[in-house]
């Protein structure tokens, strides 16, 4: 112990005394010295006192639907280290397909007496679902957060980002490229995010590119989430001629190249494609996915700033804090090429004109052959 006392003070470039009064949590040393014995310790590889560890606020649930989709990664990272900073131990519950399930994972976290949770795309997202799981929550009282996917009958707060305004971002683009005969892809349509995604659709199709009633019905496509849904949604759609296809999220949209490489279609030149979440690595994949970008840090801040202050007694407002997306073009939207006439009888575009015969003094005509 006194070889060790030293390699400290040495480190810290204080004495052994003031480390001894340190470790043994006592009065009479500068908040920065304290701090440099800590550092030290750190440093040095030693392990702190228990008195000296920084005690917990709390155990705090956070509830994902699973991590094969690399957004909920990326929002189960911001949350967890926003959590940490306000003093709280992050409980990360993972679901998977036959595996435990939310109410099972709600369970196991009121027996560990979490302070508050975290539900990011959850039942509550689904029309279908029956939300009294999350009345019965908030009436014992727990505090709770929601993101993605707004219940108006669930007295919480609500993190979402605008999935109609990004919706109509991406068929704007689409159009401003010149592209009419674009289609949807997106999950079932018993999630709130879905549900607005397509009103999204129907209404900016309708108001920029002039397609309304059957027509549109035809072009959105709904399948499940994920790189299978996306590719058998999208083969229904480019087996329909469209030319650009907006995707609910990034992965059914890399499922939507797959669907139009496997039909000699080539993405962007033959078929424009955007995605929704902008995922780590979306920015490698061949092509580039051009994305509608959710503002995961801001969204993940306010969820968890909304949820320290109902376990700090301060409620938030329980309403629903919209997000607005960003559209990042990159290589997997391009402008839109003629459309083939499709029979015989159809009229064709007038020819090209010949390039006019250049005439060089003294040199005469170098324009025919």
Avoid at 71 to 90: D, H, K, M, Y
Avoid at 141 to 149: A, R, S
Avoid at 222 to 240: H, Q
Avoid at 253 to 270: T, W
Wanted: with cysteine; hydrophobic share 40%; proline share 9%.
């Amino acid at each position: 112990m006194r070889a060790r006392l030293s390699d400290i003070a040495q480190q810290a470039e204080v004495s052994e005394a003031t480390v001894s009064r340190v470790l043994n949590d006592r009065p009479g040393v500068a908040p920065e010295t304290r701090q440099a014995v800590l550092t030290a310790l750190d440093v040095l590889g030693y392990e702190r006192p228990a008195r000296l560890r920084k005690r917990s606020a709390g155990l705090v649930g956070l509830v994902v639907p699973e991590l094969e989709n690399p957004i909920f990664p990326a929002f189960a990272q911001v949350i967890e280290s926003t959590l940490a900073q306000s003093g709280f131990t992050p409980v990360l519950c993972t679901q998977t397909p036959g595996g435990v399930t939310e109410d099972e994972y709600v369970e196991m976290l009121l027996d560990r007496q979490v302070s508050g949770i975290v539900f990011v795309s959850g039942l509550h997202a689904d029309t279908a679902a029956n939300h009294d799981r999350y009345r019965a929550l908030i009436a014992r009282p727990l505090p709770m957060v929601m993101i993605n996917g707004f219940a108006p009958s669930i007295d919480a707060p609500f993190v979402s980002c605008d999935d109609r305004e990004a919706t109509e971002l991406a068929v704007a683009h689409l159009v401003a490229l010149g592209h009419r005969r674009i289609g949807l892809i997106t999950g079932p349509d018993r999630f709130v995010p879905v549900q607005r995604r397509v009103a999204g659709f129907r209404a900016a199709m309708s108001r920029l590119a002039g397609v309304t009633g059957n027509d549109l019905d035809e072009l959105a496509e709904l399948s499940l989430f994920g790189v299978e849904g996306g590719e058998a949604a999208a083969g229904r759609l480019i087996d329909r001629d469209v030319t650009g296809i907006v995707c609910g999220s990034d992965l059914m949209a890399l499922g939507a190249i797959r669907a139009a490489r496997q039909r000699g279609r080539s993405v962007p030149g033959e078929l424009s494609v955007v995605g929704y979440d902008d995922s780590p690595l979306m920015a490698f994949t061949d092509p580039p996915l051009t994305t509608m970008r959710q503002p995961v840090t801001a969204m993940a801040v306010a969820a968890v700033r909304a949820l320290v202050d109902e376990i700090n007694g301060h409620a938030a407002p329980h309403s629903e804090y919209l997000f607005r997306p960003e559209l990042v073009v990159r290589g997997s939207t391009a402008v839109a090429r003629p459309t083939p006439p499709s029979s015989a009888n159809a009229p064709r575009p007038p020819p090209w004109p010949s390039p006019p015969d250049l005439t060089v003094p003294g040199c005469g005509t170098t324009g025919g052959a």
